[in-house]
């Protein structure tokens, strides 16, 4: 791989744009500083060494970097990729049924409903395949329910 890399003039004043304005992310701004460092187009002579130092980020990352860049322009240097996560258990659909079940009566024998009685009733009803009573009280607080009431 390329020690340094050349940016085109465009890619070079979007770079120097973004550390001059400081508008973007601490981490998007030392991507860009150390981008403009590495370039060569420039005649900028500085060695792997100097821009680690100047841009107070370790060998690995530059190395990194430069990988993204190479491998996928600026863009991909500058920014992460999304991370997917975990997908949210209560959807708008849940919501509904969670909000259909508070507002009805409780079960036979119950004064009231319960978190674990709401969770047990979800799961019942197959709306959900697995729920916890702590996530049910959070959709419910979000939402400014109270099943005991």
């Given at each position: ?94 919501e509904a049924h969670l909000i259909a ?35 049910v009280g959070d959709a419910l607080k ?6 005991g009431k």
């Open positions: 791989m390329a020690k340094h890399i050349e940016l085109t003039t465009e890619e070079r004043q979007t770079l120097e744009q973004m550390v001059k304005s400081g508008v973007r992310s601490a981490r998007v701004v030392g991507r860009a500083r150390a981008l403009l460092l590495l370039d060569r187009s420039q005649g900028n002579e500085s060695t792997l060494d100097e821009v680690v130092e100047a841009a107070m980020l370790s060998k690995g990352t530059l190395n990194n970097l430069k990988k993204r860049y190479f491998s996928g322009g600026i863009e991909r240097a500058l920014y992460d990729k999304p991370r997917p996560g975990a997908k949210p258990k209560i959807d708008g659909e849940v079940l508070v507002c009805s009566d409780p079960p036979p024998g119950q004064a009231r409903w319960t978190l674990r009685l709401l969770a047990e009733r979800l799961i019942s009803l197959e709306v959900v395949d697995t729920i916890s009573h702590v996530a979000k939402m400014n329910l109270n099943p």
